[in-house]
């Protein structure tokens, strides 16, 4: 069985839909868990439509809000009774051959950690959009699915950016949350890409290249708002200096990390010259050669797209 848990907050116009895809799957052998955060839109009213499914084998309403996502998803760890977890998140819908192919996957390759779908990114009004997304999607294969070592996938899709982008896009082994440290509760924007990343250690992890997976990009979502107010960016830094050392990554993958990082901190610059310098002067106290890093960063970006 599958346990999907959907944790909510104030998603009241996106949730119909997306519980809606969810009882739609082809592959129907699932329990639902709804956790709801205490929100303070119509969500309770949709969330009492489905309480008399016969999938739904519980609905938590929290007395007040967590303020975590992260404290939510390990809520619904220890409600989860299936062999294998989704975290469908509540403002994105699925494919209805969702669940079915990524489970397909999962049976056939019992050492892979996590299968994940490709997304189409979508606004408030279900239209594709095109954004930073497209860097991290890839063309179809032939047997429309890509085999990664764990570890080299760290190093090929988590190193730099987070190419497990959506939570949504998911299933993977209940069993393999037992790799997983507390290290990605203590984030509020990038937990999930430390969480992708330990559980992909040592294991295996496989790609479906079809667009299965509805990802939604909205003013009030997670994702945009950390951009807002740049804890992302400060999350990122500490994320990716975790990541090369878990990996025990040689001298060329350290630099490419630290150049990018250079990188990424001069991109804000001139939108605000305050927070850049404050970012800055921390990370070059630590790591003074991050100049010259940028500077291969760069060289090696230039090589791959060559």
Known sequence: MVSIIIPNYNHSIFLKQRIDSIIAQTYQNFELIILDDKSTDDSLDIIN????????????????????TF??????????RGEYIWIAES???????FLESCVRELDCNPDCAFCYSDSYFIDENNNE???????LRDLPVDNNKILFDGNEFIKER?????????????????????????LFKTFKY??????????????????ITSYLNYFRHHKNNTSKQSANNYNDMR???????????????????????????????????????????EIKSNFMHDYPYAY???????????KQKS
């Open 49 to 68: 439509q489905y309480k008399d499914d016969p999938h739904v084998s519980c609905i938590v309403i929290n007395n007040q809000n967590s303020g975590n």
């Open 71 to 80: 404290s939510q998803w390990e809520k619904g760890f220890s409600l989860a």
């Open 91 to 97: 403002d994105d819908y699925a494919d209805p051959n």
């Open 129 to 135: 959009v095109n954004l930073w997304i497209e860097q």
């Open 158 to 182: 988590l190193i730099i950016k987070n190419g497990v982008y959506n939570a949504s896009m998911v299933v993977f082994r209940k069993d393999c949350i037992n790799n997983i440290s507390d």
């Open 190 to 207: 990038c937990g999930d890409w430390v969480f992708w990343a330990e559980m992909a250690r040592n294991k295996k992890v496989i790609k």
């Open 235 to 277: 999350e990122t830094i500490r994320v990716i200096l975790y990541l090369k050392n878990i990996i025990n990554a040689d001298f060329k993958l350290n630099l490419y990390a630290i150049g990018y990082i250079y990188k990424y901190i001069r991109s804000i610059r001139h939108e605000d010259p305050l927070i850049y310098n």
């Open 292 to 302: 010259l890093a940028s500077k291969y960063y760069k060289y090696r970006l230039k």
